[in-house]
């Protein structure tokens, strides 16, 4: 079946280092989405990435769609206490585009 | 402020007794979601309602049901909770992607922790 690919499960950064996670789809995908889920909480959506290519930034944070719509990755720069979180890419089947395709999430925990 | 709204937010049942969480939302939302979600786990689709159309997925336990009387609420009921049913229970709109392409990400409630005994 479909599947969204993400690295690495785990991370654990100094504040003020970098931090990155990568997604990769078995399949193209009409778009694909992050979110991030604090401990406790419930995911909330931060961005959606449609086009080819496309590069989106909020602040410190860079998302990326990869030329084929099969990757995308979320970098954020100079990590704050307030980036802990796990943080998810979902995707949506160029084929189905009804359901979220899931990653398992890169969960970041940070240093103070 | 338009919302997703799960209760309750605690719910505790003993092993075998049924039990209904509910969802309603203020969005106006076509498509409404039940999400499984287990400790450091990604969450996991266990129905959707596309309108009124019903979408199970296949890896769904006949143990969980759901019902929508309406746009704005939704129901999942767990027949006879297991120990491996505990679990977050996440509910989640969004538009439809042909009708608002760059628009359908989800909203999640804040859900509601199923404990069984």
């Known amino acids: 079946g479909q599947q969204v690919m993400q690295i690495p499960q785990y991370q654990h950064v100094q504040e003020g280092e970098d931090f990155t996670t990568y997604c990769n789809s078995s399949?193209?995908?009409?778009?694909i989405q992050w979110y991030k889920q604090r401990p406790g909480g419930h995911p909330v959506f931060l961005i959606q990435?449609?086009?080819s290519g496309e590069v989106k930034k909020q602040k410190r944070l860079t998302f990326q769609f990869g030329e084929a719509k099969k990757n995308s990755s979320l970098h954020i720069t100079a990590t704050q206490t307030t980036d802990v979180g796990t943080y998810f890419c979902?995707?949506?089947?160029?084929?189905?585009?009804?359901?979220?395709?899931w990653g398992l999430g890169t969960s970041l925990a940070v240093n103070p | 402020d338009a919302m997703v709204i799960q209760n309750p937010r605690y719910q505790v049942t003993q092993f075998g007794k049924p039990v209904t969480l509910s969802c309603s939302q203020t969005?106006?939302?076509?498509?409404m979601y039940w999400y499984q979600q287990k400790s450091s786990q990604a969450p996991k689709l266990l129905f959707h309602?596309?309108?009124?159309?019903?979408?199970n997925e296949a890896d769904t336990p006949d143990n969980f049901q759901s019902r929508r009387p309406n746009t704005s609420f939704c129901f999942l009921d767990i027949r006879s909770p297991g120990l491996g049913d505990a679990a977050m229970y996440l509910c989640?709109?969004?538009?439809?992607?042909?009708?608002?392409?760059?628009?359908?990400?989800?909203?999640f409630g804040p859900g509601t922790r199923l404990t069984v005994l």
């Open positions: 990435l449609v086009k």
């Open positions: 309602y596309y309108d009124k159309d019903f979408n």
């Open positions: 979902a995707g949506l089947n160029a084929g189905n585009n009804r359901k979220l395709i």
């Open positions: 989640a709109t969004s538009r439809k992607f042909l009708d608002f392409p760059l628009n359908n990400e989800q909203f």
């Open positions: 399949t193209t995908l009409s778009n």
């Open positions: 969005l106006n939302h076509n498509v």
